[in-house]
T-cell receptor
Framework: DVKVTQSSRYLVKRTGEKVFLECVQD?????MFWYRQDPGLGLRLIYF???????EKGDIPEGYSVSREKKERFSLILESASTNQTSMYLC??????????????FGDGTRLSIL | AQKVTQAQTEISVVEKEDVTLDCVYE???????LFWYKQPPSGELVFLIR??????QNEISGRYSWNFQKSTSSFNFTITASQVVDSAVYFC?????????????FGTGTRLTVIP
């Protein structure tokens, strides 16, 4: 089974802090994604990566950055946390198939509160 | 532009009732994929089904069935004889075909509560 592991289930940080959310997958997937989930808005894509050191902006990248130094690990960074970044963050991964779009597999999520 | 609409925000049914979750999508691509995910209270999104735009056959998996109709741009999900364990938020998602990373566009989700 695919396993996507997010480092924390719950995290509380203060405004202005630099926050790191870590995600590791064990299936050698090329693609990795970061989403945030807010009530009434569904999941929105923040950033994604299709290879080591490669990154692409999603729909809401402002206030975030990412890092992918190794294939299995994809980090989301809040450069200076703000209260409007309080949310559930979900990491996902998928492999590249030249013939079809493969499903993404998700971690358990990190519920981040910024005080 | 891509869009996925799940008009039903919340649904409550009594155990053993059948329930249908609606999903309507918009895309300009001729090749695309549709997905359903389940998010139980634990938080993890669980993949349920993938369907490509060229395959309009309905699918049944146990108590779950999916009805894909391109003519109405809908991909509805029916649970037969619902159970308490079906209580979750269900998301419909669209992915347009391209090589490399294929992003998912999610609907806002439908929260299903099955009452014992």
């Amino acid at each position: 089974d695919v396993k996507v592991t997010q480092s924390s289930r719950y995290l509380v940080k203060r405004t202005g802090e630099k926050v790191f959310l870590e995600c590791v997958q064990d299936m050698d997937h090329e693609n990795m994604f970061w989403y945030r989930q807010d009530p009434g808005l569904g999941l929105r894509l923040i950033y994604f990566s299709y290879d080591v050191k490669m990154k692409e902006k999603g729909d809401i990248p402002e206030g975030y950055s990412v890092s992918r130094e190794k294939k299995e690990r994809f980090s989301l960074i809040l450069e200076s946390a703000s209260t409007n970044q309080t949310s559930m963050y979900l990491c996902a991964s998928s492999f590249i198939d030249s013939n079809s779009n493969q499903p993404q597999h998700f971690g358990d999520g990190t519920r981040l509160s910024i005080l | 532009a891509q869009k996925v609409t799940q008009a039903q925000t919340e649904i409550s049914v009594v155990e053993k009732e059948d329930v249908t979750l609606d999903c309507v999508y918009e895309t300009r691509d001729t090749t695309y994929y549709l997905f359903w995910y389940k998010q139980p209270p634990s938080g993890e999104l669980v993949f349920l089904i993938r369907r490509n735009s060229f395959d309009e056959q309905n699918e049944i998996s146990g108590r779950y069935s999916w009805n894909f109709q391109k003519s109405t741009s809908s991909f509805n999900f029916t649970i037969t004889a619902s159970q308490v364990v079906d209580s979750a938020v269900y998301f419909c998602a669209l992915s347009e075909w391209k090589t490399g990373a294929n992003n998912l566009f999610f609907g806002t989700g439908t929260r299903l509560t099955v009452i014992p």
